[in-house]
């Protein structure tokens, strides 16, 4: 089994940034990408962001792009989302999931194994 912790979450006033870290464990796995998924209440889980393990490449949605930064450690097995300039949207739970390699698109939930707890991000206006 592959573990996923979040850590990182917090309240935070509009404009400030927050710093997400992500820690995978457990057996070995063939990772392709690590993403971020963040659901608010009464809403759909969303895509945020994501990182292929390999080539590095990186995807976001259109409403985090400029703002939130992805970027991961291979050695550590880990995964960040740097968030600046936040705005009360944002307030959700945020995901971390990783994913082996398939023909479903990396924005898409069903490209991933695997889901962390969740971690809370509040963000006041």
């Known amino acids: 089994q592959v573990q996923l912790v979040e850590s990182g979450g917090g309240l935070v006033q509009a404009g400030g940034s927050l710093r997400l870290s992500c820690a995978r464990s457990?057996?070995?796995?063939?990772?392709?990408?690590m993403g971020w998924f963040r659901q608010a209440p009464g809403k759909e889980r969303e895509f945020v962001a994501a990182?292929?393990?390999?080539?590095?490449?990186?995807y976001y949605s259109d409403s985090v792009k400029g703002r939130f930064t992805i970027s991961k450690d291979n050695a550590k097995n880990a995964v960040f989302l740097q968030m600046d300039s936040l705005k009360p949207e944002d307030t959700a739970v945020y995901y971390c999931?990783?994913?082996?390699?398939?023909?479903?698109?990396?924005?898409?939930?069903?490209?991933?194994?695997?889901w962390g707890q969740g971690t809370q991000v509040t963000v006041s206006s």
């Open positions: 999931a990783t994913g082996g390699p398939r023909a479903i698109p990396t924005r898409s939930p069903e490209a991933y194994d695997y």
């Open positions: 990182v292929t393990w390999s080539l590095s490449s990186t």
């Open positions: 457990g057996r070995t796995f063939s990772t392709y990408r």
